[in-house]
């Protein structure tokens, strides 16, 4: 899910929440945001502005 979650935030080229995310792959919000959580944890997305989400460089 964490792939997914990536793949979809580096397709939108912008930054995005959880919500805009789970509706571009159709799947789960909790599912998502134990999938955003995780990649917090590893540093691999930043946050520009508050509650949007976009990959690290």
């Known amino acids: 899910m964490k792939d997914q979650v ?3 935030m580096q ?3 912008k930054p995005v929440s ?3 995310v ?3 792959l159709n799947a ?3 599912e ?3 999938a955003f959580a ?3 944890k590893e540093g691999a997305i930043v ?3 508050r509650c949007k989400w976009e990959p690290a460089k």
């Open 22 to 24: 789970a509706k571009a």
């Open 38 to 40: 995780e990649l917090k």
């Open 32 to 34: 998502v945001d134990k």
């Open 28 to 30: 789960d919000r909790k």
């Open 11 to 13: 397709e939108a080229g």
């Open 6 to 8: 990536l793949k979809a």
């Open 18 to 20: 959880a919500g805009d």
């Open 47 to 49: 946050s520009p502005v």
